[in-house]
């Protein structure tokens, strides 16, 4: 019997949630994008100043079954550098949690978990957050599986963001993909979406030296489809970092503040 409701239970948390938009949505705590109703933790500076900047961020795939907090630091670390007007969201990707127990609604699959449908999803709900904060200014930051979302964001959607910090990052999903178990992949990858990026968006790429997940070989051809296609781009292999510890990089802080206030 044990094993039996062990194993009823794994079913239930890897089910699907039917997409419902949030009863509601205070878009500080919740955003619905579409149909589905995602976690968000919202930091922001104590003067309630007019929003200039928004930073959205989006973890990655958290495959070890944790909650998917991992970009709640990064959040807070930016608005503690940052000017007064500056607001930072972490979302939380559709079928994860947080660390209440709280899901955003959608596919609990976190292995193939940015197809088209999801990616624009998210990409609604940034589009509520910044009319939400009448932001001027939206800045997509995104690690791993993030990256890879925010990086299609930028093609998919062009125009939503005017730049993007992408890290840790799955740019190339067919090169990523090569050698690796799990059959065929319906995941949407950033490196098709480069000539559909308007020519202003300014993007920074970062990889750990030592990443052994999202190799270097991945962001490198992904910035040099960048630049071929004119867009204003810069590539940086921090050394002593890899795949996971690259997110506690003060570097990580330094770039997104600068992309802002460019």
């Known amino acids: 019997m044990g094993k039996f409701c062990a194993l009823l239970f794994f079913m239930l948390l890897a089910a699907p949630v039917l997409a419902a938009p949030c009863e509601a949505p205070d878009l500080l705590t919740r955003v619905s994008g579409r149909g589905e109703c995602l976690i968000i933790k919202t930091v922001e500076h104590k003067d309630k100043a007019e929003t200039k900047l928004l930073y959205v961020l989006l973890h990655g795939n958290h495959s070890d079954g944790s909650a998917a907090i991992s970009m709640y630091k990064v959040a807070q670390g930016l608005i503690d550098k940052a000017p007064s007007g ?4 972490a979302v939380v990707r559709p079928g994860y949690n947080d660390d209440e127990g709280n899901f955003s609604t959608g596919d609990r ?5 940015w197809r088209g449908a999801v990616i624009d999803d998210i990409a609604d709900a940034i589009a509520r957050l910044k009319e939400f904060h009448k932001a001027r200014r939206l800045v997509l930051i995104g ?7 925010a990086g299609v964001i930028l093609g998919r959607h062009p125009g939503l963001a005017d730049a993007a910090l992408l890290f840790g990052c799955v740019c190339d999903i067919r090169q990523w993909r090569v050698g690796r178990s799990g059959g065929l992949w319906t995941s949407e990858s950033p490196s098709d979406y480069v000539k559909r990026i308007p020519p202003k968006t300014k993007i920074t790429v970062l990889v750990g030296v030592g990443d052994t ?6 962001s490198e051809g992904y910035v040099a489809a960048l630049a071929d296609h004119g867009l204003p781009v810069e590539y940086k292999a921090i050394e002593g970092r890899d795949h996971y510890s690259i997110i506690r990089s003060e570097q990580i802080i330094e770039t997104a503040l600068r992309l802002g206030a460019e």
Do not use: E, F, I, Y
């Not at 500056?86 to 969201?89: E, K, P, S």
């Not at 690690?143 to 979302?149: F, I, L, N, Q």
């Not at 997940?213 to 991945?218: A, C, E, F, G, I």
């Open 86 to 89: 500056t607001v930072a969201v």
């Open 109 to 113: 699959n976190r292995v193939d978990n």
């Open 143 to 149: 690690h791993s599986g993030g990256s890879a979302v």
């Open 213 to 218: 997940v999202t190799m270097p070989s991945l």
